[in-house]
């Protein structure tokens, strides 16, 4: 069985957590591109951040995810990103900003599976932190932006409970199997 499925969902979410355990459950994950390039940017005397200077910071996101994407095209099996391309339009349409003809042209060339999980805000469990400032309104925000550019896109929403994390990895692989 293939499947290059996305789980998306506004920061703190829970993505990430889930995206560890499905990796301990022996699946290929690919971790969310727009943590380590804000580490990396952090440490530079002047990084591209995404609350300083978006679209840059989405051109560098766009990359990265590509070189993912790329890298599990021929590989057999299930496969899990923690976010995909699409996000990127979610962020800039969020913020006011244009998606690039080139990130619209490079998605439809995409063979993510159809059916996209999302994570639906959970105050509970949000934190935030050094790579991740957002408030948890503006993580809600997101979500809904996320969410309708997934469904503009014609993917299949498949919304993940709020349940403890083991039984929200259960849920997806019974989903996908």
């Known amino acids: 069985m293939t499947g290059r499925y996305i789980i998306t ?3 703190g979410s829970g993505k990430s957590t889930l995206l560890e355990a499905l990796h301990n459950e022996g699946y290929r994950c ?7 390039l804000i580490r990396e940017q952090l440490s530079r005397p002047v ?3 995404p609350w300083n200077n978006l679209p840059a910071f989405a051109r560098l996101a766009f990359d990265a995810m590509k ?7 021929g590989r057999n099996g299930i496969c899990f990103f923690d976010r995909g391309i699409p996000d990127i339009f ?4 969020a913020s006011g900003y244009p998606v690039e003809k080139e990130y619209l042209e490079a ?5 993510y599976s159809k059916t ?3 994570l639906p805000p959970w105050p509970e469990i949000f934190v935030n932190d050094r790579e991740r400032p957002q408030t948890y309104r503006q993580s809600v925000a997101l979500y809904h932006a996320l969410s309708r550019v997934y469904e503009r896109l014609g993917y299949e929403r498949c919304e993940v409970p709020k349940t403890a994390v083991r039984d929200r990895a259960a849920f997806l692989l019974s989903f996908i199997k």
């Open 107 to 111: 998605h439809a060339k995409c063979s």
């Open 30 to 36: 690919y971790s969310e591109v727009s943590r380590e």
């Open 47 to 49: 990084g591209v951040l």
């Open 90 to 93: 979610g962020y800039l349409e």
């Open 116 to 118: 996209v999980f999302v």
């Open 67 to 73: 070189r993912q994407h790329e890298h599990a095209i």
């Open 9 to 11: 969902g506004g920061p």
